[in-house]
Each structure stands twice: as structure tokens, then as C-alpha cells.
């Protein structure tokens, strides 16, 4: 791990990586065999994958598809199904990763932003029924950095207002509420599989739910809203006959029947075979990132009069995604020269995202000012996070503590 060039500020340079991936023989093999058998789309490998990963949350329903941004994307779309129309609103936090205001955009919705809380970096439940119009159809929380949302004061408000709920998870795997694993408390959720994650198939996503209509009606979302849902077609076991495909009302080839507004996301049977090995190791992989997320936090509180990071409130244990650094005020240093500092030292990093009506010039259409959105504003001005991946072994830990002693020594 020594790096052979030093450009750190200190005597010795060690790299700490942002992410890590784990490939397993077993991934290797389940590779080879779909190689070989040239049936690499969406197929018998995805399938296991679903069933695996909806074992693993206790939930009826897994559907793969392409990234986390998809996921977020289709578990949304569901909604058209249920009385939603183009347009409506759905109520997501100001800060997260651009890729949940994307999602709702590309899903054919209206993101309304409302500002977060500063110490848990999750939309503040305070505010979300001022936020609730007669267009509105949907909450969408964040599990920020794997910091759990408070979900009742969230689910109460939308039970009272009709509204579903689908969870953002892309970053909250190892998350539990009140005893629930996060990812399984609204009516959908959603899981991004990217590299970084704590189960990853490369690029990929999965929305979880617990209601099989809703199931029927993602396989359908992922494969442009196709009618046809059976195995034979799902599950590409070749070209044999299939007796439902003309046993309709029309007789007519129900594969090229397109009841809804699709999207081309299915996962691929390649990046199944990934998280299938990945999931055989997740218990190993998560106990090793929680390891690292405690004894690094531990790290950013002992320089507390500068800095702070998220922490576990009574009823709920962080999914150790990443570990987030926001700098606290008075502000000593800019987040820009820490940041700098810490890459000269060979620490990688990434900032704390955006507050997406304000500050991602996307979303400059909505008409928002800079100013409106006070808490997402400083996080993503003063924030940054670095990764607690597996492979980090205690070593870097300390490295860790004393790049950042050499950093605040100077102010
Ligand atoms: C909060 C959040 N939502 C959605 C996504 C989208 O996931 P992906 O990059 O797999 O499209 C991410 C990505 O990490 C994320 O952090």
C-alpha cells in the first residue's frame, strides 16, 4: 500500500482507496458458464440474484435492473400504475447524490425539494407537510451515507396523506430502524449496486417490495412496459413455445404488446454472477466495513472542534457506506484545502454531493435561489466523504488519524 511517490505533507505516504470491489471465484465461474452458454441477457443468474437479495431482506420481491439510478426510476413509474399521472410531485431532500432528483425527472415526476437536518444529512420530517400539494403522490427519503431516516414521523405523515413512500436505499445496505432493515419499511425501495457499494454487481440497481402486483409490474417497466411477464420470456430459457403467447383475448403475440411507458433497464446475467458472490460474503463484507466506520468516526470525533460526522441514534444502526466529514462552524479551513491536503497525502475523497435545486445546474429550470435549501447548502459546501471499504485494514487507519493531526496542527 506504500505509495513509491510521496507528494504528502508527511514523512511516509500511505493510499486509502474510496472503493473496493469483491469478485469471487464463484462470480468467476457463474461468468464462465454464461459465456459459454451465450445466454448473457437478463436470465436464470439475474433471477437467482433477485431471490438471493430478497431472501437476504426478507421481502416477497427483488426486481434487478441496470443501476441504482434506474431502480429509483422504475420503483417511481410503478406509481403511473396506480392512479398517478405525468407530472405530479413527488417530495424528495434537497441533498443526496444528483441521481435521486435524475430519477424522478426521468420517471416523468416533479421533484419537490425540502431542506435537511445538518446533523443526520436526511430530509427534516419537520418540514415535509408544508411541502405536500394536491398533486403530491409520493415521500422519497434518502438513508444519506447509510444514516437511517426517521421513518415514523414519515410514514405517519404520508398514511395521513395518501401518499406512497419509496425509499432511496442506493446508499443504506446494513441500515436497521427500530429493529427493521432499511429497505423494506415504505411500499418500494431502491438499492444502487454500483462499485462502491456493499453489494455490487458492477453497475446495476434493485428495487425491493413486498407486493407482487407491484413486481409484475417492474419486470414489465425494465423490458420497454412489455405485457409479457411469463418465465419463458423473463427468464430467456430460449426460443421453446410458449403457450401464453398468443392465449389472449386478441390472439395476438403478446411479446410485442406494450401496456405502459417503459424504460431498457435489465440487469445482465454477467453482473448477476457478480453479486451473486458478492452476496455469499456480504455478512464478512459488512462486519468489516462497520469495523471501520466506528474506528474511523472515532478518528473525526477526537478533532470535534472542527469537524463531525454522522452518528447512531438509539433505535438505529448506520449502513457503513462511506464516512462522511462535514466541517463544523466556526470555520477554521476551507473544505477545498482539507480536501487537498488529504489527497496529497493519499487519502481519497469525494464531496458531500449537492443540494440539487440550488446548486446542479440540471435542475436550474424549477426556478429555485441559492439560499433556499440553508442546510443542504452548507453540507454540500463543507462536506466531503471517504471511503471504510473492506479492503482498509487498521494500518490506514492510523495512517488516517495522523494525516489529519499534521492538517489541523497548522491552524
Ligand atoms: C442516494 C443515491 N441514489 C441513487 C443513486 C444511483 O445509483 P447508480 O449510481 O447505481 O445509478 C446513488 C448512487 O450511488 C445514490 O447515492
Not at 419537520?126 to 398533486?135: M, P, V
Not at 447548502?377 to 462536506?383: I, L, N, P, Q, S
Amino acid at each position: 500500500m506504500k505509495s513509491s511517490e510521496n507528494s504528502s505533507p508527511l514523512k511516509e505516504k500511505i493510499n486509502i482507496p474510496f472503493g473496493t470491489i469483491t469478485i469471487t471465484d464463484k462470480a468467476k465461474e457463474l461468468i464462465m458458464q454464461a459465456l459459454e452458454s451465450k445466454r448473457i441477457s437478463c436470465g436464470r443468474l439475474v433471477h437467482q440474484f433477485e431471490q438471493k437479495f430478497a431472501s437476504l431482506y426478507g421481502v416477497r420481491e427483488a426486481v434487478a435492473v441496470s443501476s441504482g439510478t434506474d431502480a429509483v426510476a422504475l420503483a417511481l413509474a410503478v406509481l403511473y400504475d396506480y392512479g398517478a399521472e405525468r407530472g405530479d410531485e413527488i417530495i424528495v431532500p434537497a441533498l443526496s447524490f444528483v441521481a435521486t432528483g435524475n430519477a424522478v425527472l426521468q420517471a416523468g415526476f416533479t421533484p419537490v425539494f425540502v431542506d435537511i437536518e445538518r446533523e443526520t444529512l436526511n430530509i427534516n420530517p419537520a418540514f415535509i407537510e408544508n411541502a405536500i400539494t394536491g398533486r403530491t403522490r409520493a415521500i422519497m427519503p434518502v438513508h444519506l451515507m447509510g444514516k437511517p431516516v426517521d421513518m415514523d414521523p414519515v410514514m405517519s405523515i404520508a398514511r395521513k396523506h395518501e401518499l406512497f413512500v419509496i425509499e432511496d436505499a442506493a446508499e443504506a445496505y446494513g441500515a436497521t430502524y427500530k429493529g427493521k432493515q432499511v429497505g423494506t419499511i415504505g411500499d418500494l425501495s431502491a438499492f444502487s449496486l454500483y462499485v462502491a457499494h456493499i453489494i455490487t454487481t458492477g453497475e446495476g440497481g434493485i428495487v425491493l417490495t413486498n407486493d407482487e402486483n407491484k413486481a409484475e409490474i417492474l419486470r414489465s417497466l425494465r423490458s420497454h412496459g412489455r405485457a409479457c411477464k411469463c418465465e419463458t420470456c423473463v427468464l430467456n430459457l430460449g426460443a421453446g413455445y410458449c403457450a401464453k403467447r398468443f392465449n389472449n383475448p386478441a390472439k395476438t403475440d403478446i411479446r410485442f404488446v406494450f401496456e405502459r411507458v417503459g424504460f431498457s433497464a435489465k440487469m445482465n446475467e454477467l453482473e448477476a454472477a457478480i453479486g451473486i458472490g458478492c452476496l455469499d460474503y456480504y455478512d464478512d463484507i459488512l462486519a468489516k466495513r462497520r469495523k471501520n466506520f466506528y474506528a474511523m468516526s472515532a478518528i473525526i470525533r477526537k478533532y470535534g472542534k472542527y469537524m463531525y460526522t454522522i452518528t447512531e441514534g438509539e433505535h438505529s444502526k448506520i449502513g457503513p457506506h462511506a464516512l462522511p466529514i462535514i466541517l463544523k462552524e466556526p470555520l477554521t479551513f476551507s473544505r477545498d484545502a482539507f480536501v487537498d491536503y488529504l489527497e496529497k497525502s493519499g487519502v481519497d475523497s469525494r464531496n458531500l454531493f449537492q443540494s440539487i435545486p440550488t446548486q446542479a445546474a440540471g435542475f436550474r429550470f424549477l426556478g429555485h435561489k441559492l439560499g433556499e435549501f440553508p442546510e443542504a447548502e452548507y453540507v454540500a459546501d463543507h462536506g466531503l466523504h471517504i471511503g471504510v471499504h473492506q479492503d482498509i485494514n487498521d494500518e490506514q487507519i492510523r495512517y488516517l488519524d495522523k494525516v489529519i493531526a499534521g492538517f489541523v496542527e497548522k491552524w
